[in-house]
């Protein structure tokens, strides 16, 4: 069975760190994008970042570049997302997905999903 499993979410001070990890099994990173969103109660779900197979990366918000930073481990089959210098406005549960190939930032284009890690970011 595919599945992607987050972890490394909690609570954090202002200008803390955490690292979340997505887990692949069922499936290798191989010819996959594996994109992170994010997504607070009552607003839509939003695109941070991607990362392809090939190591290509991408950021789809202004507010976390320089402070979030995406990396893959494909011998553990695990995607990370590194945020330094939380704030604040970073509260969100945070998601992983994965489709074939290509990276895109619209959420409605990832077929798996997993079940989310919440992080809260205050004092």
């Known amino acids: 069975q595919v599945q992607l499993v987050e972890s490394g979410g909690g609570l954090v001070q202002p200008g803390g760190s955490l690292r979340l990890s997505c887990a692949a099994s069922?499936?290798?990173?191989?010819?996959?994008?594996i994109g992170w969103f994010r997504q607070a109660p009552g607003k839509e779900r939003e695109g941070v970042s991607c990362?392809?197979?090939?190591?290509?990366?991408?950021n789809y918000m202004d507010s976390t570049k320089g402070r979030f930073t995406i990396s893959s481990d494909n011998a553990k089959n695990t995607v990370y997302l590194q945020m330094n210098n939380l704030m604040p406005e970073d509260t969100a549960n945070y998601y992983c997905?994965?489709?074939?190939?290509?990276?895109?930032?619209?959420?409605?284009?990832?077929?798996?999903w997993g079940q989310g890690t919440q992080v809260t970011v205050s004092s």
């Open positions: 997905a994965a489709k074939p190939y290509s990276c895109t930032g619209l959420a409605t284009l990832y077929p798996t």
């Open positions: 069922g499936f290798t990173l191989d010819y996959y994008a």
């Open positions: 990362i392809t197979t090939s190591g290509v990366t991408l």
